[in-house]
């Protein structure tokens, strides 16, 4: 019971913060173009389906596409990750063998 008041309360909260932000004439006005804009673009897109279709297919294919490229990316950081994990035994592998040569030629 206790939510249904609190989500009752922020729609009426909203609804009051709407109803103010509209005495501003400027919020008016813009409010008013952004709603002819949407509901010509809306009613563009209801009578041009295919065209929609072919939107939509094209954001999707430009998703996949970022995905991929994005994985690939991923995929290339793990691998050098990976690599640079090995950098400490090869070093101090490398560092023993300088030390061993060294000390062989020291005691000649």
């Known amino acids: 019971m206790g939510q ?3 989500l009752a309360s922020i ?3 909203a ?3 709407a109803a103010l932000s509209m005495l501003d004439r400027t919020t008016r006005e813009k409010t ?3 709603t ?3 509901s ?3 009613s563009y ?3 041009n389906r295919e065209e929609l279709q072919e939107l939509i297919q094209e954001k999707v294919t430009a998703a996949q596409s970022f995905y991929e490229s994005a994985s690939e990316n991923v995929n290339m950081l793990v691998e050098k990750a990976d690599e640079f994990k090995e950098f400490p035994s090869t070093i101090q592998d490398m560092i023993s063998d300088t030390k061993s040569a060294f000390s062989s030629s020291d005691k000649e």
Request: no cysteine; charged share 20%; proline share 0%.
């Open 36 to 38: 002819k804009r949407i």
């Open 4 to 6: 249904s008041k609190l």
């Open 40 to 42: 010509e673009t809306v």
């Open 32 to 34: 008013i173009a952004s």
């Open 15 to 17: 609804a009051v913060g």
């Open 45 to 47: 897109y209801a009578a």
């Open 11 to 13: 729609v009426v909260g």
